[in-house]
T-cell receptor, first 108, second 115 residues
Framework: KNEVEQSPQNLTAQEGEFITINCSYSVGISALHWLQQHPGGGIVSLFMLSSGKKKHGRLIATINIQEKHSSLHITASHPRDSAVYICAVKEGAQKLVFGQGTRLTINP | ETGVTQSPTHLIKTRGQQVTLRCSSQSGHNTVSWYQQALGQGPQFIFQYYREEENGRGNFPPRFSGLQFPNYSSELNVNALELDDSALYLC??????????????FGPGTRLLVL
């Protein structure tokens, strides 16, 4: 059974700061997802990674398969980035195993 | 192209009752996964349906059951509701449930409160 750990659980920063959220998992996976969840519940898929690095706008996601670790970075953070960021790993074809999420608050 | 939709958005039930939640998958997607998210927790996998057949199940009791229709929309049924079933129920659709590196597109969720 895969254990997915995220850190930190809560993060508060000032607008403009560089943000890093970490995710570690215990068992080999086929893919890792970073998701964003806003108040009210809707989840948006940000990235799906199986190796290396992906960039989309101010968001960068990296994964190290050997170390079973991934990071999500936000550059030039903005209050609209405030949300819960969730790491989820894919076991086989069906199942996503989720971390508990990191609650990010960006103050103006 | 419409996204994933769920209904209802909110629901209040009492212990022992039964509930049916609905999900319409994104156009062209044949796979729907259901998740339960308790307050302050990450989502937990309930089950997945691929082309109307159950294609994987998480650690949930048999009173959680599902259905997928020929148009790939799906229902989640929960019988004999318990207080701990209070949660946000999320469905996610993907293009092909047999493929491991598939993005899942999430619906807005149904918030269920059991009193």
């Amino acid at each position: 059974k895969n254990e997915v750990e995220q850190s930190p659980q809560n993060l508060t920063a000032q607008e403009g700061e560089f943000i890093t959220i970490n995710c570690s998992y215990s068992v080999g996976i086929s893919a890792l997802h970073w998701l964003q969840q806003h108040p009210g519940g809707g989840i948006v898929s940000l990235f799906m990674l199986s190796s290396g690095k992906k960039k989309h706008g101010r968001l960068i996601a990296t994964i190290n398969i050997q170390e079973k670790h991934s990071s999500l970075h936000i550059t030039a953070s903005h209050p609209r980035d405030s949300a819960v960021y969730i790491c989820a790993v894919k076991e086989g074809a069906q199942k996503l195993v989720f971390g508990q999420g990191t609650r990010l608050t960006i103050n103006p | 192209e419409t996204g994933v939709t769920q209904s209802p958005t909110h629901l209040i039930k009492t212990r022992g009752q039964q509930v049916t939640l609905r999900c319409s998958s994104q156009s062209g997607h044949n796979t729907v996964s259901w998740y339960q998210q308790a307050l302050g927790q990450g989502p937990q996998f309930i089950f997945q349906y691929y082309r109307e057949e159950e294609n994987g199940r998480g650690n949930f009791p048999p009173r959680f059951s599902g259905l997928q229709f020929p148009n790939y929309s799906s229902e989640l049924n929960v019988n004999a509701l318990e207080l701990d079933d209070s949660a946000l129920y999320l469905c996610a659709s993907s293009l092909d449930g047999r493929v491991s590196k598939e993005t899942q597109y999430f619906g807005p969720g149904t918030r269920l409160l059991v009193l």
